[in-house]
DNA sequence: AAACAGCTGGAAAGCGCTTTCCGTAGTAGT
DNA sequence: ACTACTACGGAAAGCGCTTTCCAGCTGTTT
């Protein structure tokens, strides 16, 4: 009973206003509005609206009828607080507009629009910190589920960061789900089998006649990096092929970064016969580097990617690659964070790559 | 560190447990836990760490160390409620892996990014219907502003139902800003030139030396592609040339459409020498058609696009097209959406293309 | 020394909605 | 007709935070 009574309640006691409005026009119409409205409580029009229990079909008319009048929006937010529920998810991605986040980002938005689920998106540019920053967002914005697109780093300063998000978020019930290796986190992933797929490549290349490689790879952190190359080299190695590691240059993740490494590939000693970029679009700054440098591909050059992006097949010539079931990879990614957490374990999915060999290659010429 | 045992629980209704802990295991942190280790008001917490007002430094410390030490993250839906404000916007495009919106996108994150501003983004999948839908979605969520992109269509039904969205949403206070034109709509936009582009690029191939056309179009309810259309035929007539209705091959607005297309056009009579796609995508899906039969380019015709989506000038023969700054138009896009609202007037930005000549297009063979 | 600003920090009133807890009515059972 | 249920609908307690409104201090001012 110690309650002070406020003499000055912002607002009056006595009469509350039938109609609430803010200064500056901005008007929201609450359920309160269309409760009154529809001359019923608060409470059912709440249950007639989300369909949570019986109400009298007459009851439940009058509702509808005058939320469709007053044009009445549910405040998200608001309903987000009170059922401490969201149908919100994140994504997190290096940059939407390469074709190969595009390309899993449309298998994700599908599967989220499937299950009415609205998708924050987040372009980190590559840079890692900007990553963590946006999961704190994320976090924040008691996003349903997070999912992290794109290679992940070997760095431990990042994982301990990354980790000091993913952690406490999970704890509270967030879902977790990453495409590609993330070391040290403990969430469900897409993994792509990237090691099988660049051995697979190296032997289909070996066995069209080449001996002499050049590889052409994205910082040396990314996990997607170390294991194609190493995928490659090992199944080469096995062939008793050796790359010389002048052979290997490295540069940024990207098509630019493509054309940059080729450039550079070309003005090192003894041109290999077949050049391995380890993504797609690092092959098709490869390919134009050698359009450039009037290298014909595959006469005087063969050259593969990774990946199989949508356009690459429309190239000329078209890219020999490891197709990857990109729509599929987002759609499983976005099932595997709305999948109830069935076991306490993080779940792995893995993705087998498949080699296509196109015009890009052909047997070295003697 | 001597704080009394309970700090005075207001209204003293029975005993307000100290941790709150709901079943499930989730037990976000709150600010009122992060008060109440620090030893301050809920209010001096929030204070702290908003730096809505001066606190005295060391409380301020304590705080710090309070959320840091819990591991705290506000949460975004009771801010939004409390505050009436939101600090995401609402992107809803066509087709995320589409590399024209990719391109676009681009810009929009960027600037996001500059803003601390969290997108949220929703793909239609060319459904109009799902494109209403998105935007209740993002107009409950009270996003700050909604973003439009991708062509608008000419259907009266559909202006309706969207302006039944946007008009309220309009009135509370939300921004919104589309790109290309969208009739009936009374938002700020960010437009292409193009039917200016058009004519333009139909100038640069009449002097090529082309008399005989044929266009490759999207769905002609698209402002879009009415827009290209005209202004190609239009700049055409002027030069006394018509294009017979046989050579404006209708198909869907990708590059599988293109291909579609393309491919039509060549079973149709008299082989126009040059073809116009009204979007690169679909310029891609004919360049595919035409190899595929035979037909080569420019040698047997010629062909160009309109957008210049980074990839075409990797292709080979590299794409003639029409240039826009998709970068640059993503980015003011999003600028017009956060840019304080000066006026009541609906701003337009006029976005020019630029014809660009690559390997595409040759003068006609004789 | 009295009086007055100027700062700080606490209490509490919402923000708009969900959901529990009850009371009331309607229906059925005997 | 009377009790025992069941189905509905309303009141109210939060959800976690921001933001007034005040009270308590300290440092000035005259």
Known sequence: MAEPAHPAVPGGVGGRPPTRNRSGGRAYVTLQDVAREAGVSLATASRVLNGTSQVRADLRERVHAAAAHLSYTPNAHAQALASSSSTSVGVVCHDVSDPYFAAIARGVMRTAAEHGVLVMLASTFHDPSREVEYVAMLRAQRARAILLIGSGFEDRGWERSMSAELDPYQRTGGRVAVLSRHRGLRVDAVLP??????????????????????????????????????????????????????????????????????????????????????????????????????????????????????????????????????????????????????????????????????????????
Chains 1, 2 share one sequence.
């Not at 990774?306 to 759609?331: I, K, N, Q, Y």
């Open 193 to 366: 089998r990237n090691r099988e797929g660049a051995a697979a490549l190296a032997r289909a290349l070996v066995d069209l006649g080449h001996r002499d490689f050049g590889v052409l790879v994205g910082p040396r952190a990314l996990t997607t990096v170390s294991d194609r190359l190493g995928g490659f080299t090992e199944a080469l190695a096995e062939t008793g092929v050796r790359i010389p590691p002048r052979h290997i240059v490295e540069a940024p993740f990207t098509r630019d970064g493509g054309y940059a490494a080729a450039t550079e590939l070309l003005r090192r000693d003894r041109r290999p016969t077949c050049v391995f970029a380890v993504t797609d679009m690092m092959a098709i700054g490869a390919l134009a580097a050698f359009r450039d440098h009037a290298v014909s591909v595959p006469g005087d050059i063969s050259i593969a990617g990774f990946d199989d992006v949508p356009v690459v097949r429309d190239l000329t010539p078209s890219l020999t690659t490891v197709a990857l079931p990109l729509d599929a990879m987002g759609e499983r990614l976005m099932g595997l964070a709305l999948r109830e957490p069935s076991t306490r374990r993080s779940r792995v999915e893995r993705i087998s790559g498949e080699v296509v060999m196109r015009a890009s290659t052909a047997p070295p010429s003697a």
